[in-house]
């Protein structure tokens, strides 16, 4: 089993990367640590809150905006070859980063490859952290990156992927697409079922609900196409904003996420929710068409919102 630590970063591609970076500091509130060629480094995460200290979380680069791709940090650098002969026994592709890479990349090396529905995901060693404590942009309250939505083309494939190759644990399903953790956090990736990959959602942490209500007042003002909320997921227990980004990669703000400890793993099962308005929030709130992956409908809480109380 390949022993991941936790996301470390996501790298997303577009067609307009002045426009990318304006929209990461002025409307998300995250920092931007550097501005190299044709690549903008940004970073969300308080060091009292993750006890981390990661020198980015997100990266624009000028490029295809299909082209996604989430790191993942070991817990022992030292596995990084192991990773590597696990991968290529799965049939999964495997490409050592060249130097020129990792420096890109900011780490001392990395492997390359994809989840079978071809999401592209990299697995590194040794990931470069810094001395400089987060600075944000604007007072969103962003505490920490979180979780990322992902595409899936077969969502019962990728998990037995996730979770037998890799060790990330159900937390729940929400129809066919499961909630999978790798730290303590209920999610650190959802996979929503589509004929397509990439990311579906980026999500950053923010400290309580007056942030999440402060930005939705303050994304209507400038403009920003509220996609869902504010609203409470009824699976993590989040209260949640999710609004339009560059590019079709929709972002999210949440508070209150529920976190699964270690000593809970033996006793924690995953539940089965259904699919509807009510199992994605709590209070009612409708996803916006434009909300790919979530559901479009008008339908009367399903008998299984009973369990989430």
Not at 292 to 307: E, G, I, M, N
Request: charged share 25%; aromatic share 10%.
């Amino acid at each position: 089993m390949i022993n991941l630590h936790d996301i470390r970063y996501l790298r997303i591609g577009t067609a307009d990367l002045d426009g990318a970076v304006r929209f990461a500091t002025e409307i998300v509130g995250l920092q931007l640590v550097a501005r190299e060629g044709k690549s903008a480094y940004f970073r969300g995460d308080k060091v009292e809150v993750r006890g981390d200290t990661r020198d980015h979380t997100l990266v624009y680069f000028e490029g295809d905006p299909a082209d996604h791709t989430i790191g993942f940090d070991l817990i022992d650098s030292d596995d990084l070859d192991r990773v590597g002969a696990e991968l290529e026994k799965a049939g999964q592709p495997v490409h050592f980063g060249t130097k020129e890479e990792c420096e890109r990349r900011r780490v001392r090396s990395f492997i390359a490859s994809s989840d079978p529905s071809g999401n592209k995901i990299e697995v590194v060693a040794r990931p470069f952290h810094t001395g400089v404590r987060y600075f944000p942009s604007r007072d969103a309250g962003i505490t920490e990156f979180s979780h990322i939505g992902l595409y899936t083309k077969n969502a019962a494939r990728d998990e037995a992927f996730w979770t037998r190759l890799m060790n990330a644990r159900v937390s729940d399903w929400i129809g066919d697409a499961p909630l999978l953790r790798i730290a303590t956090a209920h999610h650190s990736l959802a996979l929503f079922p589509a004929q397509r990959t990439g990311v579906q959602h980026i999500n950053h942490q923010v400290e309580d609900i007056d942030d999440v209500m402060r930005s939705w007042y303050f994304l209507k003002e400038k403009g920003v196409k509220i996609l869902l909320g504010p609203g409470r997921h009824p699976l993590s227990t989040a209260i949640m904003l999710y609004f339009r980004g560059p590019d079709g990669v929709v972002f999210e703000y949440s508070c209150g996420v529920k976190h699964i400890r270690p000593e809970d793993e033996a006793t924690y099962r995953p539940r089965q929710f259904a699919f509807d308005q009510y199992a994605v929030c709590l209070w009612g709130s409708k996803p916006d068409p434009e909300l790919s992956a979530f559901p479009q409908t008008d339908a009367k809480p399903s008998p299984l919102r009973a369990v989430i109380y």
